[in-house]
């Protein structure tokens, strides 16, 4: 808010600071007086009415123009040091003087006679030049006091604690790259820009001062965009309106009322049957509006979970894991490879560094960041290399930040304190043109509608497909009925009206077509299953919120129940079967064997130690943390095997901080999962290396032994080395690398151009070292549940074979005997692919059905082996339903490809975890399994309700039918059809689908693919349940005049399905189907809703829903009458299906591209049968849904 002062102080650059103090004056004359002097001093004019030589500004007009506006406002007096205008002038202030009177549009300002735009932008040049400060008399008119106002901006706010403000820190960034080397240079480089940001790049911000980073937040912004604004209560109302069905039946309600009311032949009761489907109407609408309002709820919530991730920094000059929405503009933020960016910043300390930034520029090919190219950009992924990053822009200011803002729908920088001037409300302040003018990259212009297409294109869950070919196939029976019903109704009326009976025609009959129009719709309502999206999405929301217990972060929902039918897990070793907390178990130096660290260190000669120690500490990015509870354990990041190497040189008696700090690193080659080695080229020792074993050992010429001699190694000498060392560590299952060295005989700096077979070449061994990583205690028995559950586990490593065979049989991967085939990556290599590297997909065959474990494996092998189990035919194994998992950045082809792909939370890298369906937050083995048995929880959850809903289909469609052709009337009217389709049946899918997972779940095989979405158990429990319901019912219409019976029609009709919902909790033949029934409150509570919603329905409506009130008798003959559904479901169960006809098991899997080709061409009829599917795919895939706002990496991926 303006607040009034007495003074406003410009300061000049002049040696000393000149101060010009504009005080409360009597006259305006004086004012100008002071100005005129300022200005005259400051720029050297020495007359306020020349033609300033000024091509940045441009002075006042003379005093006579200013005094001959009244109640004007003198504003923009800007002042900021940076060179005159004046070629040989001297530096100084420069001012301007503005008018604006009250008829002047804000988008200008009154100079003499021309219109000039507000100097609210600085000059690109002068970054460091404020914002325009206001001066505002209050009232000026000859003579008159003036008081002076300031509005205290947002920008002037920042520049009193840092000397840049947001807007300088995008153009920095937005700079074309030829241009961003000279515009840092003049900000005084990474040095300067931190300096202006008030951080040392080498210490980080302060975490302990809470002050300051509320601060930054203030000033810069959060590192957060907010998702788009979530709809309203009444606007998830109109969506969920938009259902043919709803809409004409709203329709043909107030045409009931209309007709009833005026023609009818009781029009004094007539308009209630219309009124009462108006009521059903809204009653629908509003639970399915709460449904969906809860829903995005809870999604949006899961997406904040799953958003949220633990960024890498630098504070307090010591390394930290901060939130990524804690991030703020000065943090340091380390950059490992498979890092996606969090924010714009600046990289320095780069080692190696190549970026995709196809999320931003569209092209594919990686870039090297460097001093020449320092800039990193938000959403972009590091590839290759490590470093360090100064953060310059967050949040919605941030490039990935500013698209998503315009995507979602929002105002860029709208977020609260993330904005400086450039977010005010004037839409045509000169600042916002840096996001008018934004370059859009080629690949973001038609993001929107890319994802949408792609979604279109995705392969289909095998569940989806089923869904499909059900919906259809009811849609089509359910229209065909509802036609008959309609047209037979109408020929039997008109028969006996106007042929039996000969009655003339009278407008009153418009009403009873009405009427059979509106029944026959109702048949359709209650053939379309209404209540299967709304189970589909609380089978799915449920168990993804219970999934998150179990540490597995859903990000794809239609994974969730995809992995019910998982047939193959492609598993990692290393965290996921082991517990990743890895130990130097052996030191082999010369010959010389250790088993402790200080007995290890401590017996090395000055030269070996140095060698041994100094290779450790500088070739690692690991880092080593106090424990964070006392007598804990120290906190290990970063590689776990470079941890391990950490550790054990400080157990003995080695800080390596202070070696890194005296060895910087000039030349870095990263590890690669090809090259299975890494090393690096400092400034003062020598080059170092270390990797994998044999591959390491394979490129030195001589051995260093414990007493610092050296040794020449030949090729016995290795082999024998391999034999004694490496394979008997390997049978240990330790982990084995070698560590290396290379005396350079150039300075460190030349082999920056370097190939790496330039730097790898001639090395001396240091040490083997045998790294134990122990199996997990759980693994074993969650294997075995594997196997039992008909699934079958193959360990991908990077291991020897040796050591991945001791592991596989720790864990229970293969067993004595089972001819189990264990092979090397290269070996698996040469047998599958061709000399085009495609699969040679009968090969494959005849390996796949007996392999276990893939040794000494890369990335590329692991995507090898999902596809052709993906692709595989083989019988009678089958199509395999292939789960992986995967930590590494190139894994994520791999995580893709899978029909599920698991990232590990903890240790997989972020590209990593933007390719997974889901994310174990454990990276335990055992989460697997646990996803394997809520997997197929929901598909039996959704089977319950399948099996409840059809029964209640087929009998309402069947005797709407039956009392349409004898009756001429349907016993069911349309509103109590409403009531059993609609809300009875909602209830029912939240009763059934929230069932917890039995571990017996695990005790049979997995559903295929061509698994029928109605098996035969469930088509006998249907058929049974249903013809006994319509017998009963049937017998009750025929056998009494139709007046309180009707009712009990209906009363007998809802308890028969209330009991047969209790049938339904199990559909697998079992008997006790009350197992487990205390468990599931919210199953117990739902019954209790249901039969006192029938009670009042029947009591206590009349004539709203046809209802009379029953008595005692009545209503305990009701119940015993829909009691008869357990014990005939009992006899059911016992009735084996081994010889059923296969035309029992209904809706297998239809092919995909015969989804797509029906759901694409559809006619509007052919709409009105899939209506149901579409939304069941649009609540499946309820996340991508906000994908706008809240999976800004897929939106931004490309």
Known sequence: MPRFISEIRFLSIADPPDQLHLRQKKNAASLLEDVSTFATFCLGFHD???????????????????????????????????????SSGPSGVPLALYQHTNDTPTTGWAKGDELVNPLSRRPRSFPNFPRQIQV????????????????????????????????????????????????????????????????????????????????????????????????????????????????????????????????????????????CIILAVVVVTIVTAMNDYQKEAQFRALNAVKEDEKIKVIRNGQPAEVSKWSLVVGDIVRVDLGDIIPADGIVFDEKEIKMDESAMTGESDLLSKNADNPFLLSGTKVMEGVGKMLVVCVGEHSQ?????????????????????????????????????????????????????????????SPLEGKLYNLTVLIGKLGTLVALLVFVIMSIRFSIDTFGNDNKPWKSGYVSDYLNFFIIAITVLVVAIPEGLPLAVTIALAYSVKKMLVDNNLVRHLDACETMGSATTVCSDKTGTLTTNRMTVMQLWIGDQEFSSATEGVGALSDATKEALCVGIAVNSTAEILPPKVDNGLPEHTGNKTECALLQYIRDGGVEYPEIRLNNEVVHMLTFSSAKKRMSVVCDHVPCVHQGATEVVLGLCQDMQRVD???????????????????????????????????????????????????????????????IEDPVRPEVPGAIQKCYRAGITVRMVT???????????SKCGITQPGDGSLIMDGLTFRSRVLDAQGNIIQSEFDNIWPMLRVLARSSPKDKYTLVSGLMQSNVIPHGPQVVAVTGDGTNDAPAL?????????????????????????????????????????????????????????????????????????????SAVQMLWVNLIMDSFASLALATEEPTPQLLERKPYPKTQPLISKKMTKHILGQSAYQLILLLVIVFTDDPTVHMTIVFNTFVWAQLFNELNCRKIHDEINIFTGITKNRVFLYVCVLQVAMQYVMVQHTGDWFKCKPLSVGQWFACIGMGFVSMPLGLVLRSISMKNAPSWMALCREVDEDEVRKMTSNSGRGQELWVRSFARIRAQIRVIKAFRKGLQSKALLKG
């Open 136 to 275: 505002k008399p209050t009232v000026w008119y000859k003579d008159s006091i003036l008081s002076f106002s300031r509005s205290s901006t947002k920008e002037e706010e920042t520049m009193a604690s840092f000397k840049l403000v947001t807007g300088d820190l995008i153009r920095l960034v937005e700079t074309p790259h030829e241009k961003q080397q000279n515009v840092l240079a003049s900000m005084g480089g990474l040095e300067g820009v931190a300096a202006a940001l008030n951080v040392d790049p080498r210490q980080g911000l302060d975490s302990n001062n809470a002050a300051d980073l509320a601060k930054r937040e203030e000033s810069f912004g959060k590192n957060y965009v907010p998702p788009p604004k979530p709809k309203s209560f009444l606007e998830l109302m109109w969506d969920a309106y938009q259902d043919i069905t709803i809409i004409v039946l709203t329709i043909s309600g107030f045409i009931s009322i209309i007709l009833s009311s005026t023609v009818g032949d009781h029009p004094e009761t007539g308009w209630v049957e219309g009124a």
């Open 48 to 86: 306020l009415t020349s033609k300033p030589t000024s091509v940045w500004y441009h002075l006042p007009s003379p005093p006579p123009l200013l005094a001959a506006f009244v109640d004007c406002t003198l504003i923009s007096i800007c002042a900021g040091p940076f060179p005159s205008p004046k």
């Open 896 to 972: 893709k490809k899978a029909n599920v792909g698991f990232a590990m939370g903890i240790s997989g890298t972020a590209v990593a975890k933007d390719a997974s369906d889901i994310i174990l937050m454990d990276d335990n083995f055992n989460s697997i399994v646990n996803a394997i048995k809520w997997g197929r929880n929901v598909y039996d959850s959704i089977a319950k309700f399948l099996q409840f809903q059809l029964t209640v289909n087929v009998v309402a469609i069947s005797l709407a039918f039956i009392g349409a052709v004898v009756l001429e009337q349907s016993p069911l």
């Open 708 to 770: 610092g001699s050296i040794e020449a190694l030949d090729d016995a000498r290795k082999a024998k080395i391999g034999d004694e060392v490496i394979e008997k560590y390997a049978s240990q299952a330790y982990r084995t690398l070698c560590l290396a060295y290379r005396d350079l005989d150039v300075p460190a700096e030349e082999t920056a151009n370097w190939s790496d077979e330039d730097v790898e070449k001639n090395l001396t061994c240091v040490a083997i070292v045998g």
């Open 798 to 808: 990077g291991d020897n074979i040796t050591t991945a065979r001791s592991i596989a």
């Open 400 to 460: 990935a930040g500013i698209i998503k803002s315009l995507i979602n729908g929002n105002r860029p920088g709208a977020a609260a304190g993330g904005s400086d001037s450039k977010t005010k409300k004037n839409p045509d302040a000169a600042d916002d043109q840096i996001y008018v003018e934004i370059e859009t990259p080629k690949n973001v212009a038609t993001l929107e509608e890319e994802t949408k297409g792609g979604e279109e294109e995705e392969s289909q």
